[in-house]
């Protein structure tokens, strides 16, 4: 440990920490702009100056290390008037259209304007008018917002190794973009929203979708239903106050009745689908000598990953669709059987916490009706807005059920929405399939946890399964050349886009880096999943009525001709 003082107070803090952290610790809070902790730690902003005795110049808090005898300074008249000069300068030139902007009320620079208190500007700047780039179906780009923190650059380069936007001199001015101006529709971005969520302002955002729904919902022809993904019960809470982790499923069941949905409907029911047909095809391919590992096929960021940089891998996907397509699609056959009302005239919702999900829609390899699976895909964001616009008093809802007669699933389909939950579902059943007994215990701790690569060795009678999973597309990327190298030999693998599975997705609740820089968002959520998988009746998916109802009454059996047809498809090269 080392000596220091911060504004007179005496502190004895490990000699590895910057002063920020050394300040935070000693509850000081030094401002900070750009910094977002683990993903952009670079200084550029110099909004979290703070002055240190001795030292010619101010120095930036988050990266400078504290050392034996640092005397620090955080409110002298020199650091208020350099970080009043650094945020007035940005404000200059900022398209300040905060009424209508996403982030309105969540935008960390208009938090920051606040707390600094500014009430005017000194510096008039050249207000940039770029275009916006919203050619993208899941990611709006706002170039007027940006504020050139980088955030958006290291996570795409760094965690999701992407790297398909940067840094680009033009002339004297400098900006965030693609290369040669392009598109972030023609470019290989996944899709995977992770810039959206690192934004600290309105520069980033999903495609708003809302309107599609507010219409379809006002349409007396249409038979508008909904599904909600496993991640998004455990984030929405936080649009409203609620604090990271609370589960709120109920409550979200009643207000999308109150938005109009004729139905109500859990994805869950589906991913217990998933289960069955991707460990039939499991086993099937083990039997038979088929592609080996298996990949999860559930993340559309991930397959848009896979077919621009690991093609040879797009014959080891599972052929299942995921989860919400394939509710799609059982919807507009199954149930418009069963229900009589025209496939036409259904119009599938899904609220996810996924940006890439909006793309996954558009896919034409996803329409087994004739038309497209999923009609539209909403952000948790994006529901969160609609409830709000509804005057829907969100937190003082009672708890509302799933509707019959699809509203059934088990603990295995939640647990989809935190990283190896998909595995650890699959295990659940392949276990009890492949050794013909009923397991108590359902848990797999090996894959889960927020560690990038985890691997687990299954043993089931006399089967050897040799599990990986990753999550974050760094960690694929790791887990893939591993596999090419032929260093690493795998039956089954899972790999999800966002770093901790759907949990983090890119269209979840946003938290500014003031929180995210210090609790583990993933770990909280996935507690909740967690926490909801052990509160259920049914915990496998081989368990749930209403899948092995839709065999007997119409599928068959899992991997049969019909479901072939219905719930899967293939990804060419
Ligand atoms: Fe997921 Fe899914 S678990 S991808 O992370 O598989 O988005 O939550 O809905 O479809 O079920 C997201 C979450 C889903 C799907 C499911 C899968
Ligand atoms: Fe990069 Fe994902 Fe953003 Fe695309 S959506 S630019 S891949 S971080």
Same mark, same amino acid.
């Given at each position: 440990?080392?000596?220091?003082?911060i504004?007179?107070?005496?502190? %004895?803090?490990?000699?590895?920490?910057?002063?920020?952290?050394?300040?935070?610790?000693?509850?000081?809070?030094?401002?900070?702009?750009?910094?977002?902790?683990?993903?952009?730690?670079?200084?550029?902003?110099?909004?979290?100056?703070?002055?240190?005795?001795?030292?010619?110049?101010? %120095?930036?808090?988050?990266?400078?290390?504290?050392?034996?005898?640092?005397?620090?300074?955080?409110?002298?008249?020199?650091?208020?008037?350099?970080r009043?000069?650094? +945020?007035?300068?940005? $404000?200059?030139? @900022?398209?300040?259209?905060?009424?209508?902007?996403v982030?309105?009320?969540?935008?960390?620079?208009?938090?920051?304007?606040?707390?600094?208190?500014?009430?005017?500007?000194?510096?008039? /700047?050249?207000?940039?008018?770029?275009?916006?780039?919203?050619?993208?179906p899941?990611?709006?780009?706002?170039?007027?917002?940006?504020?050139?923190?980088?955030?958006?650059?290291?996570?795409?380069?760094?965690?999701?190794?992407?790297?398909?936007?940067?840094?680009?001199?033009?002339?004297?001015k400098?900006?965030?973009?693609?290369?040669?101006?392009? &598109?972030?529709?023609?470019?290989?971005?996944?899709?995977?929203? %992770?810039?959206? &969520?690192?934004?600290?302002?309105?520069?980033?955002?999903?495609?708003?979708?809302?309107?599609?729904?507010?219409e379809? +919902?006002?349409?007396?022809?249409?038979?508008?239903?909904?599904?909600?993904?496993?991640?998004?019960?455990?984030?929405?809470?936080?649009?409203?106050?609620?604090? *990271?982790?609370?589960?709120?499923?109920?409550?979200?069941?009643?207000?999308?009745?109150?938005l109009?949905?004729?139905?109500?409907?859990?994805?869950?029911?589906?991913?217990?689908?998933?289960?069955?047909?991707?460990?039939?095809?499991?086993?099937?391919? $083990?039997?038979?000598g088929?592609?080996?590992?298996?990949?999860?096929?559930?993340?559309?960021?991930?397959?848009?990953?896979?077919? @621009?940089?690991?093609?040879?891998?797009?014959?080891?996907?599972?052929?299942?669709?995921?989860?919400?397509?394939m509710?799609?699609?059982?919807?507009?056959?199954?149930?418009?059987?069963?229900?009589?009302?025209?496939?036409?005239?259904?119009?599938?919702?899904?609220?996810?916490?996924?940006?890439?999900?909006?793309?996954?829609?558009?896919?034409?390899?996803?329409?087994?009706? /004739?038309?497209?699976?999923?009609?539209?895909? +909403?952000?948790?964001?994006?529901?969160?807005?609609?409830?709000?616009?509804?005057?829907?008093?969100?937190?003082?809802?009672?708890? /509302?059920?799933?509707?019959?007669?699809?509203?059934?699933?088990?603990?295995?389909?939640?647990?989809?929405?935190?990283?190896?939950?998909?595995?650890?579902?699959?295990?659940?059943?392949?276990?009890?399939?492949v050794?013909?007994?009923?397991?108590?215990?359902?848990?797999?701790?090996?894959?889960?946890?927020?560690?990038?690569?985890?691997?687990?060795?299954?043993?089931?009678?006399?089967?050897?399964?040799?599990?990986?999973?990753? @999550?974050?597309?760094?960690?694929?990327?790791?887990?893939?050349?591993?596999?090419?190298?032929?260093?690493?030999? !795998?039956?089954?693998?899972? *790999?999800?886009?966002?770093?901790?599975?759907?949990?983090n997705?890119? /269209?979840?609740?946003? %938290?500014?880096?003031?929180?995210? &820089?210090?609790?583990?968002?993933?770990?909280?959520?996935?507690?909740?999943?967690?926490?909801?998988?052990?509160?259920?009746?049914?915990?496998?998916?081989?368990?749930?009525?209403?899948?092995?109802?839709?065999?007997?009454?119409?599928?068959?059996?899992?991997?049969? @001709?019909?479901?072939?047809?219905?719930?899967?498809?293939? !990804?060419?090269?």
């Amino acid at each position: 440990t080392v000596n220091i003082t911060i504004d007179g107070k005496k502190l %004895q803090v490990e000699k590895d920490m910057t002063i920020l952290e050394a300040a935070r610790r000693a509850n000081i809070k030094i401002p900070t702009l750009c910094f977002l902790k683990d993903i952009n730690e670079i200084g550029a902003c110099r909004m979290c100056v703070v002055e240190i005795k001795g030292a010619r110049a101010l %120095q930036a808090a988050c990266v400078y290390p504290v050392a034996e005898g640092l005397e620090i300074y955080t409110q002298s008249p020199n650091v208020r008037e350099a970080r009043r000069v650094t +945020l007035e300068l940005i $404000l200059s030139n @900022h398209d300040k259209k905060c009424l209508t902007c996403v982030r309105n009320r969540n935008c960390e620079l208009q938090t920051l304007s606040e707390e600094l208190n500014i009430s005017q500007l000194r510096f008039e /700047g050249q207000s940039t008018n770029l275009p916006l780039d919203n050619f993208s179906p899941s990611i709006v780009r706002d170039p007027n917002k940006c504020i050139l923190c980088r955030r958006c650059v290291s996570v795409c380069k760094d965690v999701q190794t992407v790297s398909v936007i940067s840094a680009t001199e033009r002339g004297f001015k400098s900006a965030i973009s693609c290369a040669f101006d392009k &598109s972030l529709a023609d470019v290989p971005c996944t899709m995977c929203g %992770q810039c959206i &969520s690192v934004c600290p302002v309105g520069a980033l955002r999903e495609k708003d979708d809302t309107d599609r729904v507010w219409e379809a +919902l006002a349409n007396p022809d249409l038979h508008v239903v909904v599904q909600t993904a496993p991640a998004v019960r455990v984030a929405l809470g936080e649009e409203f106050g609620l604090p *990271i982790g609370s589960r709120v499923t109920g409550k979200m069941v009643s207000a999308l009745s109150r938005l109009g949905f004729a139905k109500v409907f859990d994805t869950d029911t589906a991913a217990d689908l998933t289960i069955m047909e991707e460990g039939t095809e499991l086993l099937n391919r $083990l039997k038979n000598g088929g592609r080996l590992p298996v990949i999860t096929s559930c993340s559309p960021g991930w397959i848009k990953f896979c077919e @621009h940089n690991y093609p040879e891998f797009l014959d080891n996907l599972s052929s299942c669709k995921s989860p919400h397509e394939m509710f799609g699609a059982v919807l507009k056959s199954y149930y418009a059987e069963k229900t009589g009302i025209e496939p036409s005239k259904l119009f599938v919702v899904s609220i996810m916490p996924c940006t890439a999900k909006k793309f996954e829609a558009q896919r034409p390899e996803l329409s087994a009706s /004739g038309f497209a699976d999923v009609d539209v895909v +909403l952000t948790t964001r994006e529901l969160a807005k609609m409830i709000k616009e509804a005057g829907i008093d969100f937190n003082n809802l009672e708890d /509302g059920r799933f509707d019959d007669p699809m509203g059934e699933a088990t603990g295995a389909a939640v647990i989809f929405g935190a990283t190896g939950g998909v595995m650890e579902a699959a295990l659940r059943t392949v276990a009890e399939i492949v050794s013909g007994k009923s397991f108590d215990n359902v848990k797999y701790e090996a894959v889960r946890g927020i560690e990038g690569i985890k691997e687990a060795t299954v043993e089931i009678g006399d089967m050897r399964l040799k599990a990986a999973v990753a @999550h974050g597309l760094g960690n694929a990327r790791k887990l893939l050349d591993s596999i090419k190298a032929g260093e690493a030999k !795998y039956d089954f693998v899972e *790999i999800m886009a966002c770093p901790g599975g759907c949990v983090n997705g890119g /269209g979840q609740p946003i %938290q500014p880096s003031s929180v995210r &820089s210090w609790t583990d968002l993933r770990s909280e959520r996935a507690k909740a999943i967690y926490e909801e998988d052990e509160s259920l009746t049914f915990r496998k998916s081989h368990d749930n009525p209403i899948v092995k109802e839709m065999y007997e009454k119409y599928f068959g059996e899992p991997g049969s @001709h019909k479901a072939h047809k219905v719930l899967h498809t293939h !990804y060419a090269p």
